[in-house]
């Protein structure tokens, strides 16, 4: 699994994708075998709650997965009862391509990272009066000093 | 021997690798298309094998991966559930 994220990043560009592995924290053995021969961060699901595979259910059992969003929404899950096979690493791709590219209010120049370039385009646009939708950071249809506030109080 | 074995049981249990704080109760279930509350980005995991961004004994939680609550880094995780090696 650890492989595929180099995969999507070096195939497919896809740079902003992370893969986490969740264990169980009560099965010891699973643990050190992973830490072992893993190179995927591993998180632990404590016992006997399981809080991350509850909220995740159905697709919360071993060799399932759930694909998380921008902003923590839940885009997609499958399981992987034969690997990861490429029906799995297509339907992947497909959850990435559908979700991947999509607008963050407030990244211009679309490096999925909000930081003070967006906002130097931002107010070279409204110096220039130009509109961009993903520099409207209150949708009122226009760029302005409220749009740089906005975006500036979430880089900071 | 069933003292012995009730001993050997708690004694297994004491030697998980990470903490527990059992007091996830009550948690919502979340479909394809739902966004996990903010509560539930924020809770914290423990992070027993370091990689990436991650090291060992680091806490994780969702919100790491939100761009609205982390200064801006948007990323997707696929999040891949395991239980056995």
Known sequence: MSDFQYELKDNYGYENVVIIAVGKSNIDN??????????????????????????????????????????????GNLALNSGLNNFAKNYILGVLEENYDQSILGDINGDSILNINDLIIIVDFILS???????????????????????????? | MLLISILLFSFSISQNYCPTDNSFNNRS?????????????????????????????????????????????????????????
């Open chain 1, 30 to 75: 699973f643990n050190s075998n992973f830490c072992a021969d893993s190179d995927l961060p591993l998180v632990m699901d404590e016992a006997f709650d399981f809080p991350i595979r509850a909220q995740f259910a159905p697709y919360s059992d071993h060799k399932e997965m759930a694909i998380v969003g921008y902003d923590g929404e839940l885009i």
């Open chain 1, 129 to 156: 009066e130009i509109y961009n939708e993903s520099g409207d950071m209150n949708s009122d249809g226009g760029l302005n000093i409220q749009d740089i506030s906005i975006l500036l109080s979430i880089i900071l």
């Open chain 2, 29 to 85: 279930i979340y479909n394809v298309g739902d966004t996990l509350s903010i509560e539930d980005q924020n809770i914290m995991f423990p992070v027993c094998n370091g990689s990436g961004e991650y090291e060992t004994g680091d806490s994780f939680s969702f919100s790491d991966l939100n761009g609205n609550t982390n200064d801006g880094q948007y990323k997707i995780s696929i999040i891949s559930m395991n239980a056995t090696w």
